[in-house]
């Protein structure tokens, strides 16, 4: 049989430690062969909030895996801890097409070449308050957003005019 891609519904929060359960029992049948690769589609951003590096799941509740289906490692998969099924049928679930594999895999190679970037939460036009620096607590419009320099530039009112200043997405918060 040929290798090909699963969708694996796991339980929300736990995909990582489904993953690695996973491979423990691979290695502990010696299915090294035929269960090659076990993916957790996720990507690191920075928290606006808390400005810590977070890893955020493309899928949350859900990985793929890359193996040959039989009746072993059809087992070995739905018996593992914190995993509850194949997506579709339970007996013969149908592979992943590999054109969205291969849109996941470039998500996933598109994050492990950049930095961890923040999340972009702020829209043209919104009114948010300034959290750090010489303008602190005050209040303005957002002008324009640069994804790449994680950047904001938003116009404030000082003395009856406007002023235009470009801050980074941790330096603003939104107006509830």
Not at 19 to 46: C, F, H, N, W
Not at 84 to 106: A, C, L, Y
Not at 132 to 144: K, T, W
Request: charged residues 30%; hydrophobic residues 35%; proline residues 7%.
């Amino acid at each position: 049989m040929a290798m090909r891609w699963y969708a694996v519904n796991t339980l929300s929060g736990s995909e990582e430690r489904a993953r690695q359960a996973l491979e423990q029992r691979v290695k502990m049948y010696g299915l090294d062969d035929r269960i090659r690769t076990i993916l957790v589609p996720s990507e690191t951003v920075i928290d606006p909030k808390t400005k810590r590096k977070v890893t955020r799941r493309f899928f949350p509740g859900y990985m793929l895996v890359e193996m040959e289906l039989d009746k072993q490692t059809l087992h070995v998969v739905q018996d593992t801890p914190k995993i509850i099924g194949f997506v579709g049928d339970k007996r013969n679930p149908p592979p992943v097409p590999q054109s969205e594999v291969e849109k996941i895999t470039g998500m996933l190679k598109k994050d492990t070449e950049e930095a961890p970037r923040p999340v972009v939460n702020f829209s043209l036009g919104e009114e948010v308050r300034l959290t750090e620096g010489p303008y602190a607590s005050m209040s303005g419009i957002v002008d324009e957003i640069n994804e790449a320099r994680g950047k904001l530039r938003v116009t404030i009112t000082i003395f009856g005019r406007p002023v235009s200043t470009e801050l980074g997405f941790h330096q603003v918060e939104k107006i509830a």
